[in-house]
């Protein structure tokens, strides 16, 4: 099982790059109803209703850690000005699925230098998929 993270501005086509390749929502859908993997959504949380997955809100209500004590179970009622950063929530992840074969993280931010995750821009994940790099059986690649 692997863990997927992405990012929505910029990275997938509900809010394309204006020049660059993006990841299809379908795609995202289909890894989350298709795989076994898990996947998430770390950036912008309208990805969350678009491809009906779990994001930051879901996180920390499944972990009990410092942000859980902080924002526990009003993550769901509000928004908060101080959310863990986009690396602290792929340390969360991480501590989620300790067991994982694999962390990538797919986001227009440069997160290359988080260890044990590998970082791909939208455009690099496609062409990896469509190489086959990333074998994950997308529909319509």
Known sequence: MNVFAFDR?????????????????????HLDEETEHEVW??????LKAEADIPGIQELIRRLDNKWYEKIGERADE??????????ERLRM???LFPRAT????????????????THYFAWDFVEAVESGTIDTEF???
């Open 102 to 117: 694999e962390y990538i993280v797919v986001d227009d931010a440069d997160l290359s230098d988080v260890e044990r995750w």
């Open 78 to 87: 509000e928004w908060f000005d101080e959310w863990p950063t986009r690396k």
């Open 41 to 46: 959504a770390i950036g912008n949380q309208d």
């Open 9 to 29: 501005d910029y990275t997938v086509d509900v809010s394309p790059h204006p020049e660059r390749p993006v990841v299809p929502l379908g795609w995202i859908i």
């Open 93 to 95: 992840l991480e501590e």
């Open 139 to 141: 529909p319509d690649k």
